[in-house]
């Protein structure tokens, strides 16, 4: 679970044998629907060994692509929130507050700045 891994064959049509040597999955058959499928692919002939998938895998930099993905980033950051405490959600809370009083209070200040120029301009003379 939440390890990548490449299919080398396939078994039937619920099952695939699938090996990551790169990211300690050993190979295994898997089925298809516990499985979900990434845009990396390695070009492999039907049941490689697990030292071509290998090799494969860090001459393309797999990990590094996935580590730089944003479905990796956003499950390291379900990760990192599953492990705050309640005093961490409290100053998350409290930052979340700070920046929007900030965002808000520039917004209301350009927002008042184009209204007096707008007006400047539409002014009857």
């Known amino acids: ?4 891994c490449c299919i080398t064959n396939i078994i039937d049509q619920t099952r695939v044998l699938v090996d990551g040597p790169s ?3 050993s190979r295994q058959a898997l089925n298809i629907k516990s499985l979900h499928l990434t ?7 039907p049941g490689a060994r697990s030292k071509t998938v290998k090799k494969l895998w860090d001459s393309h930099d797999i990990n590094k692509k996935w580590q730089e993905s944003r479905w990796c980033k956003k499950i390291q950051a379900k ?3 599953s492990k705050m405490t309640d005093f961490d959600r409290y100053k998350l809370v409290n930052a979340k507050q700070a920046f929007n009083r900030i965002v808000n209070h520039e917004y209301n200040r350009l927002k008042k700045k184009n209204k007096v120029q707008l007006a400047k301009k539409t002014k009857k003379v």
Do not use: E
Not at 1 to 4: D, E, H, N, P, Q
Not at 39 to 45: G, I, P, Q
């Open 1 to 4: 679970t939440g390890k990548l």
């Open 23 to 25: 990211s300690h999955v």
């Open 39 to 45: 845009k990396y692919v390695l070009k492999l002939l």
């Open 79 to 81: 990760h990192l929130r």
